[in-house]
Structure formats: structure tokens, C-alpha cells
């Protein structure tokens, strides 16, 4: 067994997971509230990423930044959870209200459509090049940090601890706070919310721009753990962050906090191992289908997720 | 459900009355008539006047090029055709319709290319390939037929996913090469090589696929589908079997998308996973809904449409033509009265000329710009529209952050126009607002024709959602919750 493998394996995990929580988080929570599918979620995320890379080129670019690298990287994840944050608002205003009691099947294709704009208007002004987040030039956290056998950027720690520390503020938010009880309530029954004096279209607003100003941050993570960013990666992160909020159990905040981790671990143990438990016959790349698998069984044997309430249907 | 007008808030006529009363509310409007005519038309006739310009169409076209584009767009058609079954008649949210288009594509390269060793006729392949698609969604089903419309969604966009690693990675499919020596469609040993007896064979596809949708439709399962998707609760507590209705109707769509694989790949010569991606399922979503989901000549015409559209858009010189006419006739459909629609259009071409005047006198240097576009409209509006120069690179890519600015200065401004109540103060923003979409289009949008045809598709979709959900032929669906 090679125990270097396995922790750097492991290592990778912690990071994509977190990432992957974080998109998690802002699924479940509008699922949670409105019971909608925000398809455009993966998209948001891309915008944050180009926001992310434009403060980026705009403080002078990683080589020879014009203020300190930790403002940097701060700026960076501030402007892109603002932008993300309403653009997620205005998605809901004018892609998802004016449906909010049409068939089921109508916000899901506006979704669609979201999704599809937004890539392509980024494709449009920005092209379909590869951008580079050239994190590797940021000096102050492009060190190693040698622990023995295992080697650990010191940027992989700032990910995954300001992914930890946007968690528990979300945790705080929703169980200390007036607007999380707020939230709460609305997620449980809206109509009731309503007669109880929540102003529940504004908790509604207020989820989005939190669920999306998380995706947006988690761009920018993305950008500075993988260094690579492009108009179609929110299909990808779309998709995993779906998967986890999934196996958590939809709707719940711990659930999508240990799907995403858990998701994020099983991709990066099944890039690392899936060539020699196949006897090569399957490459890195079919690491989607181990994610798959997960989440079909997930959907058969306990659709709920880990920490769902099995939902019983009223007439 | 969705209704375009809301119900009277007065006494006098109550919700139920309101509900009842929809359909005398729309006898006179034209759509209305243009519904009933095609409702009361014997399907026998439907489906001829259906056909006859598809039989006429290479009699009188002979250029190589348009015969390719009919044939494209009967494929399309099928596709559409295909997921109006999951998507318009049971209300599911197919989000990996596509990838059996590719299941169908690889799978008659299976059966009929030299490479793979095997050289069936068309006769048996076609409908081994139907049955192996077919079966495939079933099988998709399986695991999610208890789901809900979003867990299905997200659990067949990942099967779309796993299709393309699939196709990209394994050994058969040859990667992201291809495999590009698909021999012809040949029945009982007679190959069909010409563009002609392709577009024949597309035809006959479509009158069969068509005509047996058309009599499942009209069947007890088609009752029971529609029935579903209105209400899937009282579906089954009426004894209806949802599970298996809901796997027969995956199956039907991956069978048809399979077929128009087979057939496109036939046609080609040659697949490829870059011919199977999300830019194609969300094209032939645009099909269904802007045709009307539910409604098979409504789909029909819609991808028609949408494929006519991509096709103008992707060539400088119609480009132009059809966005100016589109915006135009739009206007025009959407304003009453006539006076404000003239009135309207007269204030944006005065604005232009006073704009680019007082520009050309004072900042000389934003009207110094050329057009890309080859059309004779676009000679005339680039001494109307603003032009400046250096705004894009040579490749079409936005030079700098003015360019990206002013597109998403549009994208808020017609945003911000849907949420201005007052009729007057809309009217007069309108002005500004289509005279700058005017510049927008011709500085950004028009140099990338390959992308904006994808943008307008996107908003398209979000816009017919929100206006008019039921599509072009669809039937609008009044209830009130």
C-alpha cells in the first residue's frame, strides 16, 4: 500500500469536498424554500469564478499584485459572492417568480434556459479559452508546507478553511438568527410563514442571494485550488454539488456539508485508484461513474439522504 | 397553473366561473382560430399537408446545401418529436434525451461499419437499433421512475454526463476521434447515396414516427400519460399504473432519438461525441417548447423554425435580415395598438439618426467602426447605429471591458423594462432600449454568429416560460390553485 498516495488522495478530497459543499449548501437551501431545482446553480458559480479572475486582473494580476496577497484572495471571494449573489436574485426575480405556481416542469426549463444563457454570454464576451487563476505565482501561498511524506500547498488550506468558516457562519445565520428562523419556517410550510407575518417572497430573495453569493465564492475557491476556469465548468460543479445535496439528504445543512465532502472524497480516491482495481481497463476519467453509481443507489435504497426526513405525500 | 391574464379581482364573476369561461374568453383571437382549424382537420389530411412540400422540397431545390439543411432539420424534427413524449404529453423532465441520440448514432455504427467488423442492411439495423435504444430507456427508468420531476432531472443529465466519458474514453468508440467510415444506408443491398434518397428516407422516418405518435396519442395510454402529468396523485388513485406508464414513455422517446441517431449517422458518414452535447439538448428543448409541448404539429413546426433560424444566424450574409425582422415582427405582434408599435418604431429610427449625428459631430471616434456583417441592411445601419472603433478583436472577442459592459448594460436594461408597470413610461423606455439592442447586436453580438444563435436560444426559452408557456400551437392549460 502506498500511504504517500493515499493521504495526498486524501488531501485532494478534503479540497474538492468543500468546494463541492459549498454548492451544495446553496442547492439545498433554495430547495429547501422554494422545492425548485436551481439548474442555473453550476452557472452562478461560473460567473463567480470570471468575477474572481476579473478582481484578479484588475489589482494588477497574480504576478506583482497591487496589494497584499490575503487582500487579494479576500477581495477576490468578496466581489465574487456580491456579484454572484445578485445575479442569483435577479435569476429568481425574472427566471423563477413569474412560474412560481406554473406546472412543474416550467421553472425547470427557464432554468435551462438560464443555464444556457449565462454560459454562452460568457463564451460570448469572454471566449472559450481556458483562464488561468496563475495561483501559482501568488507567492505568499503558493509554498508547500512539508509534513513528512505529504507536501500541502498552503492555498488547499486557505480553501478549505474558508469554505469551513462560510459553513459555520451559515449555521449560525440559520439557527441564531431572526431572517434564518424566517427561513426556517418558510422552508417547512410556506403558506403557514405567510400568515405568521414572515414576508416570505423576501426570505426567498434573501436565500438566493445567500445560496448563490456561496457559489460564487466557491468559483473563486475553485479557481485557486485547480488554477483553471472556463465558461462550461458549472455543468461539472453543478452536478457534483447536486449529487452531494442528494446523499446528504436534500434540504438539510449538514447533509450537503458531509455529501460534498463525502462526494469530493470518493472522486478523488476513485482518480487515484480506479486504474489498478480494473486492472487498467478503466481510466481516471470514468470517475464519474463511480459518483454515479453512488447516487443512483443513494436514490434507490435511502432517497431521503443521510440526513433527510423521509417526506410522507399529502393529498 | 399558468393563465396569461390573472382572474378578476371584482364580485361579480367567481374563480370557478373564470376557469369555465377561458376558452369563450379566446374564440375570437386569431391563435385561437388557427387552434381550432388545426384540431378540427381529419388527421389524414393533416398529415398529407404535412408531407407534400417534403415530397416536393428536392424537386424544386438543387443546391447540395439546402438539400443538407432539409435533412438536418427532419432530424431534428424527430428529435423533437421524441422528447414532446416525456417532456409535453407526461411532463418529465428528460435531461439525458440526448445521449440516446448518440446510444443510437454508435450503436448503427455497430451494426454497419466496416470497422466493427459487421454489415447488416439498413433493414434489420434501423430497427435492432429502435428496440436497443428503446430498451436502454427503459432501463434508465428503472431507477428513476419513482423520482420526482427534479431528482429525474439531475439523474438523466448525469446519465447524459456518463454517456459522453463513456464515448470519449472507451476503446470501441475511438475517443474524441470518432468513428468516421459509417458506410450508407443500404436496404436489402441497395445503398442510398444520394442527398435525395437520404432526405427520402428521412421523410418516410418522419410520416412513421409521427403517424404512430399520433395513434398512441389518441390511445388509452396517451389518455393516461396526459392524465399524468396534470396530476400524478389522482392519476393513481384512478388505478393508473404511473411507474409503467411513465418507463413506456421513456422508452418511446429513446426509441425515436435513436432512430434519428442512426439515421444521422448514416447520412453523415461519421459521428462524433462533439455531435452530442448539451448545445443540442438545449436546442431540441427550444423545438418542443416554442412549438408547443403536447402538441405533435406545434413541435413539428417549432424545430422547423428553430432550425431554419441557426442555420440564417450562422451565415453573415441573413443574419442581420432575420434579427431586424424578428425584432420588428415581434414588436409588431406584441404591441396593440397599431399606432404605438409605429409610433414606437419611427421614435427608434429618429433616436438613431439624432444619436449618430450629434456622435459623429462631437466623438468622432464612435462612429469610425465597420460592420462585420455582409447584409445590404447592415450597410444601411451602420450610418444609423453606433460603430466604435477597436471595440472587438479581430477574432469577434470583446477587446476590452467597454464591449462587455455594454452587453450586460442591455441584458439589465430589458431586464429592468419588464418591471416598469406604467404603459406610457415603457413605451417611451422601449426607445432607447431597442436602439441600443441595435448597436449591441451589431458591434458584439453579430461577429460570434456560432454563439449568439446559443444566447438568443437561452433567453428564448426563459421569455416563452414566462409569456407563454404553452408555445406557438400549444393548448393553454388554465387552473387555478
Given at each position: 500500500?502506498d500511504?504517500?498516495?493515499?493521504v495526498?488522495?486524501?488531501v485532494?478530497?478534503?479540497?474538492?469536498g468543500?468546494?463541492?459543499?459549498?454548492?451544495?449548501?446553496?442547492?439545498?437551501?433554495?430547495?429547501g424554500?422554494?422545492?425548485?431545482?436551481?439548474?442555473?446553480h453550476g452557472?452562478?458559480?461560473?460567473?463567480?469564478?470570471?468575477?474572481?479572475?476579473?478582481?484578479?486582473?484588475?489589482?494588477?494580476?497574480?504576478?506583482?499584485?497591487?496589494?497584499?496577497?490575503?487582500?487579494l484572495?479576500?477581495l477576490?471571494?468578496?466581489?465574487?459572492?456580491?456579484?454572484?449573489g445578485?445575479?442569483?436574485v435577479?435569476?429568481?426575480?425574472f427566471?423563477y417568480?413569474p412560474?412560481?405556481?406554473?406546472?412543474?416542469?416550467?421553472?425547470?426549463?427557464?432554468?435551462?434556459?438560464?443555464?444556457?444563457?449565462?454560459?454562452?454570454s460568457?463564451?460570448?464576451l469572454?471566449g472559450?479559452?481556458?483562464r488561468s487563476?496563475?495561483?501559482?505565482?501568488?507567492?505568499d501561498?503558493?509554498?508547500?508546507?512539508?509534513?513528512?511524506?505529504l507536501?500541502v500547498w498552503?492555498?488547499?488550506?486557505?480553501?478549505?478553511?474558508?469554505?469551513?468558516?462560510?459553513?459555520?457562519?451559515?449555521w449560525i445565520l440559520?439557527?441564531?438568527t431572526?431572517?434564518?428562523?424566517?427561513?426556517?419556517?418558510?422552508?417547512?410550510?410556506?403558506?403557514?410563514?405567510?400568515?405568521?407575518?414572515?414576508?416570505?417572497?423576501?426570505?426567498?430573495?434573501?436565500?438566493?442571494f445567500?445560496?448563490?453569493?456561496?457559489a460564487?465564492?466557491?468559483?473563486?475557491?475553485?479557481?485557486l485550488?485547480f488554477?483553471?476556469i472556463?465558461h462550461?465548468?458549472?455543468f461539472?460543479?453543478?452536478l457534483?454539488?447536486?449529487?452531494?445535496?442528494?446523499v446528504?439528504?436534500?434540504?438539510?445543512?449538514p447533509?450537503?456539508?458531509?455529501?460534498?465532502?463525502?462526494?469530493?472524497l470518493i472522486?478523488?480516491?476513485?482518480?487515484g485508484?480506479?486504474?489498478?482495481?480494473?486492472g487498467?481497463?478503466?481510466?481516471?476519467?470514468?470517475?464519474?461513474?463511480?459518483?454515479f453509481?453512488?447516487?443512483?443507489v443513494?436514490?434507490l435504497?435511502?432517497?431521503?439522504?443521510?440526513f433527510?426526513k423521509?417526506?410522507v405525500k399529502?393529498? | 397553473?399558468?393563465?396569461?391574464?390573472?382572474?378578476?379581482e371584482?364580485?361579480?364573476i367567481?374563480?370557478?366561473q373564470w376557469?369555465?369561461e377561458a376558452?369563450?374568453?379566446?374564440?375570437?383571437?386569431?391563435?385561437?382560430?388557427?387552434?381550432?382549424?388545426?384540431?378540427r382537420t381529419?388527421?389524414?389530411?393533416?398529415m398529407?399537408?404535412?408531407l407534400l412540400?417534403?415530397v416536393?422540397?428536392p424537386?424544386?431545390?438543387?443546391?447540395?446545401?439546402l438539400m443538407?439543411?432539409g435533412?438536418?432539420?427532419?432530424?431534428?424534427?424527430?428529435?423533437?418529436?421524441?422528447?414532446?413524449?416525456?417532456?409535453?404529453?407526461?411532463?418529465?423532465?428528460?435531461?439525458g434525451y440526448?445521449a440516446f441520440?448518440g446510444i443510437?448514432?454508435?450503436?448503427y455504427?455497430?451494426?454497419?461499419?466496416?470497422y466493427?467488423?459487421?454489415?447488416?442492411?439498413?433493414?434489420?439495423?434501423?430497427p435492432?437499433?429502435?428496440?436497443?435504444t428503446?430498451?436502454?430507456?427503459?432501463l434508465?427508468g428503472?431507477?428513476?421512475?419513482?423520482?420526482?420531476?427534479?431528482?429525474?432531472?439531475i439523474?438523466?443529465?448525469?446519465?447524459l454526463q456518463?454517456?459522453?466519458?463513456?464515448v470519449?474514453?472507451?476503446r470501441?468508440?475511438?475517443?474524441?476521434n470518432?468513428?468516421s467510415?459509417?458506410?450508407?444506408?443500404?436496404?436489402?443491398?441497395?445503398e442510398?447515396?444520394s442527398?435525395?434518397?437520404?432526405?427520402?428516407?428521412l421523410v418516410?422516418?418522419?410520416?412513421?414516427?409521427?403517424g404512430?405518435?399520433?395513434?398512441?396519442?389518441?390511445?388509452?395510454?396517451?389518455?393516461?400519460?396526459?392524465a399524468?402529468?396534470e396530476d400524478?396523485l389522482?392519476?393513481?388513485l384512478?388505478?393508473?399504473?404511473?411507474?409503467?406508464?411513465?418507463?413506456?414513455?421513456?422508452?418511446f422517446g429513446?426509441?425515436?432519438a435513436?432512430?434519428?441517431?442512426?439515421?444521422?449517422?448514416?447520412?453523415?458518414?461519421a459521428i462524433?461525441?462533439?455531435?452530442?452535447?448539451?448545445p443540442?439538448?438545449?436546442t431540441?428543448y427550444?423545438?418542443?417548447?416554442?412549438?408547443g409541448p403536447?402538441?405533435?404539429?406545434?413541435v413539428?413546426?417549432?424545430?422547423?423554425l428553430?432550425?431554419?433560424?441557426?442555420?440564417a444566424?450562422?451565415?453573415?450574409?441573413?443574419?442581420?435580415?432575420?434579427?431586424?425582422?424578428?425584432?420588428?415582427?415581434?414588436?409588431?405582434?406584441?404591441?396593440r395598438?397599431?399606432?404605438r408599435?409605429i409610433?414606437?418604431?419611427?421614435g427608434?429610427i429618429?433616436?438613431?439618426?439624432v444619436?449618430?449625428?450629434?456622435?459623429e459631430?462631437?466623438?468622432?471616434?464612435?462612429?469610425?467602426?465597420?460592420s462585420?456583417g455582409?447584409?445590404?441592411?447592415d450597410?444601411a445601419?451602420?450610418?444609423?447605429?453606433?460603430l466604435?472603433?477597436?471595440?472587438?478583436?479581430?477574432d469577434g472577442?470583446?477587446?476590452?471591458?467597454?464591449?462587455?459592459?455594454m452587453y450586460i448594460?442591455?441584458v439589465?436594461?430589458v431586464?429592468?423594462?419588464?418591471?416598469v408597470?406604467?404603459?406610457?413610461?415603457?413605451?417611451?423606455?422601449?426607445?432607447?432600449?431597442?436602439y441600443?439592442?441595435?448597436?449591441?447586436?451589431e458591434?458584439?453580438?453579430?461577429?460570434q454568429?456560432?454563439v449568439?444563435?446559443f444566447?438568443?436560444?437561452?433567453?428564448?426559452?426563459?421569455?416563452?416560460?414566462?409569456?407563454?408557456?404553452?408555445?406557438?400551437?400549444?393548448?393553454?392549460?388554465?387552473?387555478?390553485?
Amino acid at each position: 500500500m502506498d500511504w504517500d498516495k493515499l493521504v495526498q488522495l486524501l488531501v485532494n478530497g478534503v479540497t474538492l469536498g468543500s468546494v463541492y459543499a459549498l454548492v451544495a449548501l446553496g442547492f439545498s437551501m433554495v430547495y429547501g424554500i422554494l422545492k425548485l431545482l436551481n439548474l442555473a446553480h453550476g452557472d452562478v458559480l461560473m460567473v463567480g469564478a470570471f468575477i474572481g479572475w476579473g478582481v484578479l486582473n484588475w489589482l494588477g494580476g497574480a504576478e506583482n499584485p497591487s496589494v497584499a496577497v490575503w487582500l487579494l484572495i479576500t477581495l477576490m471571494v468578496l466581489g465574487a459572492m456580491i456579484g454572484s449573489g445578485f445575479l442569483g436574485v435577479a435569476i429568481e426575480r425574472f427566471a423563477y417568480r413569474p412560474l412560481r405556481t406554473a406546472p412543474r416542469i416550467a421553472p425547470l426549463i427557464s432554468a435551462l434556459g438560464v443555464s444556457f444563457f449565462l454560459q454562452n454570454s460568457v463564451l460570448l464576451l469572454f471566449g472559450g479559452d481556458f483562464r488561468s487563476y496563475d495561483t501559482d505565482l501568488l507567492v505568499d501561498v503558493a509554498r508547500g508546507i512539508d509534513w513528512g511524506p505529504l507536501t500541502v500547498w498552503v492555498i488547499r488550506i486557505v480553501v478549505v478553511a474558508s469554505a469551513l468558516a462560510m459553513m459555520a457562519a451559515l449555521w449560525i445565520l440559520v439557527t441564531r438568527t431572526r431572517v434564518g428562523r424566517a427561513m426556517r419556517a418558510t422552508s417547512f410550510d410556506r403558506e403557514a410563514a405567510a400568515m405568521m407575518g414572515v414576508d416570505v417572497d423576501r426570505v426567498i430573495v434573501t436565500t438566493f442571494f445567500i445560496g448563490s453569493a456561496l457559489a460564487g465564492a466557491a468559483g473563486v475557491l475553485i479557481g485557486l485550488a485547480f488554477f483553471q476556469i472556463n465558461h462550461f465548468m458549472g455543468f461539472n460543479y453543478g452536478l457534483k454539488g447536486f449529487t452531494a445535496a442528494v446523499v446528504g439528504g436534500i434540504g438539510s445543512i449538514p447533509g450537503a456539508m458531509l455529501g460534498g465532502l463525502l462526494i469530493g472524497l470518493i472522486e478523488s480516491l476513485s482518480v487515484g485508484y480506479i486504474e489498478d482495481f480494473t486492472g487498467g481497463r478503466l481510466n481516471s476519467a470514468f470517475r464519474d461513474l463511480v459518483v454515479f453509481t453512488i447516487l443512483i443507489v443513494f436514490m434507490l435504497v435511502r432517497p431521503q439522504g443521510i440526513f433527510g426526513k423521509r417526506e410522507v405525500k399529502k393529498v | 397553473m399558468s393563465t396569461s391574464t390573472p382572474p378578476p379581482e371584482k364580485s361579480g364573476i367567481g374563480v370557478d366561473q373564470w376557469v369555465a369561461e377561458a376558452d369563450d374568453r379566446r374564440a375570437g383571437t386569431i391563435m385561437r382560430r388557427v387552434e381550432d382549424l388545426i384540431e378540427r382537420t381529419p388527421p389524414v389530411v393533416k398529415m398529407a399537408v404535412l408531407l407534400l412540400p417534403l415530397v416536393l422540397y428536392p424537386l424544386f431545390v438543387d443546391s447540395g446545401y439546402l438539400m443538407q439543411v432539409g435533412i438536418d432539420t427532419l432530424v431534428f424534427v424527430l428529435l423533437a418529436l421524441g422528447l414532446n413524449v416525456a417532456v409535453g404529453w407526461v411532463g418529465l423532465l428528460d435531461l439525458g434525451y440526448i445521449a440516446f441520440f448518440g446510444i443510437g448514432a454508435y450503436f448503427y455504427a455497430a451494426l454497419a461499419a466496416e470497422y466493427a467488423g459487421r454489415d447488416w442492411g439498413a433493414q434489420w439495423a434501423l430497427p435492432v437499433v429502435v428496440a436497443g435504444t428503446a430498451v436502454m430507456g427503459f432501463l434508465l427508468g428503472l431507477p428513476s421512475r419513482r423520482l420526482v420531476g427534479d431528482y429525474l432531472a439531475i439523474v438523466t443529465l448525469f446519465f447524459l454526463q456518463l454517456f459522453l466519458v463513456v464515448v470519449l474514453n472507451a476503446r470501441f468508440t475511438r475517443g474524441p476521434n470518432g468513428i468516421s467510415d459509417i458506410e450508407p444506408l443500404s436496404f436489402f443491398g441497395r445503398e442510398v447515396t444520394s442527398l435525395d434518397g437520404s432526405f427520402y428516407v428521412l421523410v418516410v422516418a418522419f410520416a412513421v414516427v409521427f403517424g404512430v405518435l399520433y395513434l398512441v396519442n389518441q390511445s388509452r395510454t396517451g389518455r393516461a400519460w396526459r392524465a399524468l402529468r396534470e396530476d400524478e396523485l389522482a392519476a393513481e388513485l384512478m388505478t393508473m399504473p404511473v411507474d409503467r406508464l411513465k418507463l413506456l414513455a421513456f422508452s418511446f422517446g429513446a426509441g425515436v432519438a435513436g432512430l434519428a441517431g442512426a439515421l444521422f449517422a448514416a447520412q453523415q458518414g461519421a459521428i462524433f461525441p462533439s455531435s452530442v452535447a448539451i448545445p443540442l439538448l438545449i436546442t431540441v428543448y427550444a423545438m418542443v417548447v416554442l412549438g408547443g409541448p403536447g402538441s405533435l404539429v406545434g413541435v413539428v413546426i417549432g424545430a422547423v423554425l428553430i432550425n431554419a433560424s441557426m442555420e440564417a444566424l450562422q451565415s453573415p450574409g441573413e443574419a442581420s435580415p432575420l434579427f431586424f425582422a424578428a425584432l420588428v415582427l415581434g414588436l409588431a405582434f406584441a404591441m396593440r395598438p397599431w399606432w404605438r408599435f409605429i409610433s414606437v418604431l419611427a421614435g427608434t429610427i429618429v433616436l438613431g439618426f439624432v444619436v449618430h449625428a450629434l456622435a459623429e459631430q462631437f466623438w468622432p471616434s464612435l462612429t469610425s467602426g465597420t460592420s462585420t456583417g455582409e447584409a445590404r441592411i447592415d450597410d444601411a445601419v451602420s450610418n444609423w447605429v453606433l460603430l466604435p472603433e477597436n471595440l472587438i478583436t479581430g477574432d469577434g472577442l470583446p477587446a476590452g471591458a467597454a464591449a462587455r459592459l455594454m452587453y450586460i448594460g442591455l441584458v439589465a436594461a430589458v431586464l429592468g423594462l419588464t418591471l416598469v408597470r406604467n404603459r406610457a413610461v415603457r413605451t417611451v423606455l422601449l426607445v432607447p432600449i431597442l436602439y441600443f439592442a441595435c448597436c449591441v447586436w451589431e458591434n458584439i453580438l453579430l461577429p460570434q454568429p456560432s454563439v449568439t444563435r446559443f444566447v438568443l436560444i437561452g433567453a428564448m426559452l426563459v421569455a416563452l416560460m414566462a409569456a407563454r408557456p404553452q408555445g406557438l400551437f400549444g393548448k393553454q392549460r388554465v387552473e387555478i390553485i
